[in-house]
């Protein structure tokens, strides 16, 4: 999105769109898919600590 942004910077600093504007969303961006990458992570770690919990108190799933 911000790459297609930068292409038409003319046509949506119209708009209001400024390449300030462009940073903030692409480093939003980038920001939001660390912390999506890390939330992923922690599931994965959960379901592995959950499993392990559950073969040494004997629970079948």
Known sequence: MATG???QSAEVA?????????KK???TRT????????QER???ELKSKTETLDT???IAN
């Open 5 to 7: 942004l930068n292409n």
């Open 14 to 22: 119209k708009r209001g769109i400024d390449a300030d504007f462009i």
């Open 25 to 27: 969303l692409e480093k």
């Open 31 to 38: 920001d939001a898919i660390t912390l999506n990458d890390e």
């Open 42 to 44: 922690l599931k994965a």
């Open 56 to 58: 040494k108190m004997g």
